[in-house]
Every structure is written in structure tokens, then in C-alpha cells.
């Protein structure tokens, strides 16, 4: 009897810990993001009147600005990526679209600050189109420019993936009844392309539009002046340099108003694609052997291909003509790459640990937690991580001095922005594992260590692995946070990027850039190696 | 004797309602047509879902508030009865120990449990390694090696071919016969409860519509439900 009632215990136990846990995790993360927020709050009350939107002409023109460049990327991006996707979708068997369509997926791997010196090594003022026209073209890509190019470089890809997927999802049955019924190739797009890509236009659309109108490293890089100055450029300027917390507050409060309310707008108009069954057999379609077809879609792939090829080419090839042995011997580099590499490993444990300690509540748990868990990680996706940051350095810069915080600050924030990403890959595994072995582990009574030792982790490794380095390359790749609390005692290899690029150290800046390059995506395809090879 | 009283549980429009009491050591066999309730009622037993109402007992001892592990009952599905990335031995030892604490008479009685299904020389292999037959062979031993005294088969050879079906139910039923097992078998096929079980039931609308010996069982001609699921024959 007694060692029933310890079993009950134990059981009692076994289901209460992950819900401990997993409170805890939600409590931390309600903790940093409220207090940001309470900070701004409190400031913009009793500080700072939020009226001044109106009438200060400056600030008007920052938030119209934002919008502004948010709208033209979004709407250059797309417009591309649809005829694009098609011409890959049409032509689905050319030498090299595999690699091609790889090349596509880089963008999204690398660093913001990556993909600027990228745009810079073929846009730039020593870039290669400059060389190339001489002073016949010579134009200068900071400003709006600059920041469209780099967006385009950016969402480009990323929006041209997404919409071929779709694509490539329309049932094989229907280019059979297309071919029956000979359809031309206008028809094709209208009745069986088009509906497609408009139920998902929306969500990349909004998507596209969300990762411009946060792009700190790219405004703050490309930017290069007063008039072309995003918030969160802004809010950066206000706390680094004009030291005015007060007009950070403001900022901070008007990013977050757009960011939510955006966030609303796509919520109404975000849906998923309805599961279309299918055969699976590779059909050629009707519209793609024809020689006008093959043309300009071939040209399309082309042209893209180049925007988004050459840019990283030059990367490497500036990257490789600086001295990059001197770099790596020169201490400061070495004690950034290190900083930077324990930074990463630490935010990107924390990410794990409290996506796990999460999505592990979720599972076998009443929905009204599982709610909460994923309004929680949204929740972090809408605050900009520049808002987030400057929340915690207007409310710790009362207690001291705010850079010898940095560390933890770092760490903590940069774990919450890998948060959705993690909470993205691992949920989905995390549930269908659930689904498989629930019954069976809940009645051999496997719980805790052991099941985490025998079961979780053996069965959820790869998602484990690639959230893992997913957490870490968006750290280790992160200057937002570190923009604002980085100083002399710590910095960070990005922050020391910007810095030499600030410096017109152009040379070491292109290295550097490769280094992070090469680190982020060693990081990415050993996570990747290391859960395929695992039985 | 199990004992279900009066166990209420609904799920989405259907309410189920289940009583039954059987004697220990009775080879219980369930049929009856798609969401009638019959894996609903091997899970209630197992506790892997919550009665609204209503009390389970396994001779005399009530058993409805326990959590699964604690149920004397042991359980095999018909799919994902084991865990893929582990050896065969390692799927049977957690029927022993949660955390494969394992003594050496604990490690005897998995060879045992093996070579009793059968696959004495398969203990290192990986179930995928293993054909569907095989797999279920494994279930099976883990069984014999957590020593409940309810056996609980949710159409655990539903994937099986006819012959290996057979065999199967003939191995089961030697198991059953040999621990002086509780056994209850949801099966899709009547001949499965015609050839094995003692008793047969048959479920509709979440109820428990008839239950019989299973000679007895099969001569009924009065029940509409059952006729009608037999169809014509």
C-alpha cells in the first residue's frame, strides 16, 4: 500500500515538473518582455509626451520613411519573386536549378550585416558595377537605394522559395486536363497558377513586409543619413548618440503601435494552403517546352540568379584578397570571435531550454496553456528586438552603468529573438513524437531524465540539433542588441564588423564579413551533417 | 474479475457507456463497426484517457485512479509499439525498468521473454530491421516481462497477412493460456473472436450491445445491429 501511494506520488510528480518548468519559462519570458515594456511605458508617461508625434516634423517623416522603404522592398521583392518562381516551376529540369535553388536558401542563412557587405562588394562605391562603368554610371548606393537593393537581396530569394513551393504543390492533375484541354499558357496562370499564388501572396507579403520594417543592421548600415532613417535606426541614434531616452521612448512606443497593428492586418488576411492530394509522378507542364517560354523564363533565372550570385561572390572574393591571417592573429579580432562564440552558445542553450521547457507543458496539456504558449511566442516576433533592448537600457541605466550589464542582456534577448524560430522547428516534431510514442511511454511510466536520456532526445535530435544551430547563427550574426550595449570591454565579431566598416577600414571589414559568413554557415551545415548521420 | 461500472466517457458526438465483468483468465474478443468504442474502451482500462464517471476494478482492487504504469495492465497497439532508434532488448527491458535499472535475473527474463515469441537471436537487431510480424512479437515479449495480469490487444496483427494473422493469435493465445492472462482483443475480423476467444462482445454506438460466451455468441440470429454487421450470412 505504501509503495502504491509512492507511486501515485511519483506520477503526481511526473506531471506536475514539466508544468513547473514550463511556467517558469513563460514567466521569464513575460518578465524581460513586460519589463521592457513597463520601462518604456512608465517613461513615456511621466517623461515624454507622445503628442510630439504631431508636431514634430522630424519624427514624421522617420515613421513615414519606415513605411515607406518597408513598402517598396516588399512590393520589389514580390513583384520579382512570382514571375521568378514560375520560371523555376515551368522550367523544373535545368543543369543546375538544384544548386541554384540552394543558392537561393543563403541569403536567409547569413547575417544581416553578411548580406550588406555582400550588396556592398558589387553595389558599392568600390564595388564591382563602379569598376565595371567607371565615372560614367557612379552612383552612390547609400540612402534608399542601398536599402532596397539589400532588402531585394534579402526577400528575393526567400519570397521566390516560398511561392515556387506553392506552386510546386498543384496537383498533377491538373496539367493533365491542362494539356487535354490545350490551354495556353495565359489561361494556365489565370486558372490554376493564380489562385494558388494569391491564397499564399498575403503571408509572404506580410512576412516580407514584417523582416523589412525590423531590418536595424540594413537601415543603420545603407541608411547613411537623416533622411533615410528608420525607427529603429532612430531609437538607436536617440540612445547611443543624442543620449535623449525620452525620444527613444517615443520611437520605441510608435514601432511597436505599427508592428501590431501590421500584425493584426496579416492575421486577417494569412491563410494556409488547403492540402491538395495528389499522384506522385513528374508531368512536364504544357506552357514550358515552347521556345518563347524557355527564353524568358531562362532569362528571368538569369538575371535573378545574378542578383543574388554576385553579391555573394564578391563577398568571398573581397573576403579573400584581405589579410585574413593577420586578422585572426590580431587580438582584438580574436577576443571578438571569442566573445561572439560564448555569447551565441549561452543565448542559444537558453533558447533551447526554454523552448523545451515550453513546448513540453504544451504536450498532453489542456489547449488554454497551449493558447498561452503560443500567444507567448508571438508575442516575442512582434517586439523588435531594438525595442526590447532599448527597454531594458532606459530601465537598467537608473541602476548603474548599463554596458557592464551587456553580457546578460545580450544573451537573454538574443535567446528570445531565436525563441519563435526554435518554437518553429521543434513543435511540430515535438507533437508528432507525442502522437507516436505518448501512449506508449505514459504506460511503460518512462518520465523525466529517463525519458529525456531514452526517448526525447535519441527520437527528437535532428529538429533538436538544427533549432540549436539555427539559435546560435542568429546570435552569433546579431548586431541589434549588441549595437546598443556593446562597448570596449565587450564586443562582439559583428559590432567589430560595423565598427571597422564605420572606420572605412573597408578591407578588414570584408574579411570579417567572410569569417562570420563561414562561421554562421559551419555552424549550420554541421548541425545539419551531424542529424543525418546519426542513426 | 474485471468489473467496468457504468464508465461514462464522451467524445465529439458519440457518449460512451460501458459495463462488463469477466472472469480472470477469459479471452475476451471485441467487435463491432468503426466508432463503435472499442479501442475508447481498451483505452479507458489503460488509462490513457479519463472516465466522466464510473469505477474499474481488477479483483476487487479499484484501479481507475492510477496512472497507466500503475494499471496491472499491459498493452499492445497496432502500430508503434516500439521505439525505433532502440534494439530489441533495450524495447523489452523498458517493460521492466523505466530507466533500464536492469539486474541480471531482470536481463534473464528478457532472453527468456525473447526466446518464448521467438526471436531469441534478434536481441541487438533494430525494429526496423525486423518485419511487422516480428515487431509485434516484441510487443509481446515486453508483455511477458512487466507480468500484468491484463493483457490489452488494440487489432494488434490488423496489419498482418492471414496466415501470419493466425500464427500470431495462436501465440497469444499459448501466452494467455500459460501467465493465466486477463486477455482483451480488439479484432476487425470475427473469425479472430470465433477461433481464440472464450467470450466475444460486441459494441455499437458505445455501448456494450452483447456479450456471451463465444459458442453462444455466434448462434444469435435475434439481435438486429449484430445481424446487420454480419451481414447476410
Redesign the interface.
Known sequence: MAQ?NE??MS?QR?KTLPRIAGFSALFFIALVTFGAFAALATRATTGFPLSEIFTDAYLGQVIIFTLWQATLSSVISIGLAIPTARAFARQSAFTGRDSLLKLFALPLALPALVGVLAVLGLWGRSGWINQLTGDLLSFSIFGLPGILIAHVFFNLPLATRLFLSSLERIPVENWRLASQLQMPAGSIFKFIEWPVLKTVLPGIFALVFMLCLTSFTIVLTLGGGPSSTTLEVAIYQSLRFDFDPGRAVTLAVIQLAITLILLAISFRFTKTLPDMASLKSAMPRPDAGTLSARFFDLGLIIIAGCFVALPLLALVLDGLSADLFKLLTTPAVLKAITTSIILALVAAILCLALCWAMLKAIVDQNSFYAKLVSFASSVILVMPVIVLGSGWFILLHRFGDVFSFAPLLVIIINALMALPFAHRILGPALMEASL??G??V??????G???FR??DF??LKKPLLLAFAFAMALSLGDLGVIALFGSEQITTLPLLLFKSLGSYRTHDAQGLALLLAIACLLILYTADKLSRSS? | MLILKNLEYAYEQTRFDFSLSIEQGSFLAIIGPSGSGKSTLLDLI???ISPESGEISFNNTVFN??????RP???V?QE??L?T??DVETNVA??IS???KLSQSDRNSITDALQRVGLGDYSKR?PGELSGGERQRVALARTLVRKKPLLLLDEPFAALGPALRTQMLALVKELHEEKNLTTLLVSHQPEDARSTASHTAFLDNGQIEVLAETEKFFAIKDNKALRDYQGSA
Open positions: 502504491g507511486q501515485i506520477d511526473a507516436k510514442h501512449r506508449l505514459t504506460s511503460l511510466g518512462i518520465t531524465w529517463a525519458r531514452l526517448i535519441p527520437v542513426r | 489503460a488509462g490513457f485512479q492510477l496512472s497507466p504504469a500503475e495492465v499491459s498493452m497497439f508503434n509499439n521505439f532508434h532502440l523498458l517493460g523505466p530507466n533500464l533494430l
